[in-house]
């Protein structure tokens, strides 16, 4: 009784964190970006013919919280796997120090990115979209909800780079809580329907292999192109970028933010 009463409260508590984490980040990007701001950040709308309603919305968010329940229960299971043993994650940082820390959250990014592009293409096949990636696309002009509006098989694939990640690497159980909270905010900003990276983006040498958040909004439009999740690297070596992201791009973030005019004399 007492450990069924433990996984409930760790349950609770994790999906408490997540509740406030991800409705702070999709809800204040909404509100300011689709509510409060519309009128100034409309020149960065990236779909020139809005589509997302109330009704878009309702139904975002009532899949992201099925999708935030699923998630509260995997990171249960990674919790006592790691109580019990059986997992890479650690809690010292003299075990690995400092250094290696920071290059964990990075290697995690880079097989987060590599595990991402290659799911995503599988659930694009003709023999598997119908059934489980589609309901995300349904969402084709995305909002900040659309992050984590998955079919709960999306879900659990999304989810189970996690479960990789302390297989295979050593890893700090904070890297692990870093890694999540950036991801997830990353995945908001990439579905947030603006573009609000700078103009110089693309001329920036690091920086350009970094996907701005008009890379995937493509995806969602024209849905058979740009898989890749935080970098270019997949797409630009499996041929699968569409050409016109960068153009796009600069042609969106060109655009001059509204500015109320002066009044008149």
Known sequence: METIFEIITVWLMDLGI???????????AF??????????????????????????IRIE?????????LFACFDVSIYYMEKSGYTLL???????????????????????????YWTHRIMHHKSIFKYVHKIHHESIDTTPYTAFSFHPIESIIEYSISFLLVFLIPGHILSLIIFQILSTLYNVIGHMGYELYPANWYRIPFLKFKTPSTHHN????KFNGNYGLYFTWWDRWMDTEFPETRERFEEITKRPLYREPAPSA
């Open 18 to 28: 997540y509740f406030v984490l991800y409705f702070l980040m999709a809800g204040l």
């Open 31 to 56: 509100f300011l970006l689709w509510k409060k701001f519309t009128k100034f950040y409309l020149p960065r709308r990236i779909q020139s013919k809005p589509k997302a309603n109330d009704a878009q």
């Open 61 to 69: 968010i009532k899949r992201s919280i099925i999708t935030l329940l």
């Open 90 to 116: 650690y809690s010292n940082f003299n075990d690995y120090g400092i250094g290696y820390f920071f290059l964990s959250i990075l290697l995690m990014f880079l097989m987060h990115d590599t595990y991402f």
């Open 218 to 221: 493509l995806h969602h439009s």
